[in-house]
């Protein structure tokens, strides 16, 4: 796969940056990351790849609408989606899990 398109959640510190990182150097990825803050390290990141490679949304996983707007955000720049990392935590309750059957969940070929 050619330049995979990603969310990454939680990609302005730590683990998050540096996977982030990863995707740009190692996987020449296009990145939408999620943070909640936009620290000078993740500017930095911004600045040597550009806004054609990586877009920060600044919000919170924990919140519904800031999930929504970091995936329009990615299909509107990158044209779509192919893989989604988690990393970022939240400390509010975010309801009760479900379950998904396999026949509820569209492949990503389709």
Do not use: C, W
């Not at 936009?38 to 600044?58: F, S």
């Amino acid at each position: 796969m050619a330049s995979p398109r990603v969310i990454l959640t939680g990609g302005s510190k730590g683990l998050g940056l540096s996977v982030l990182r990863i995707l740009l150097e190692r996987y020449n990825a296009r990145v939408t990351t999620l943070s909640r803050s936009y620290p000078d390290e993740l500017r930095a990141v911004v600045d040597k790849y550009g806004q054609e490679r990586v877009i920060v949304v600044q919000g919170n996983v924990g919140k519904s609408e800031d999930n929504v707007k970091v995936v329009n955000k990615a299909v509107e720049a990158f044209g779509g989606l192919d893989s989604l990392i988690l990393n970022a935590a939240t400390l509010d309750p975010v309801g009760e899990p479900t379950m998904v059957r396999r026949d509820q969940v569209t492949p990503a070929d389709q």
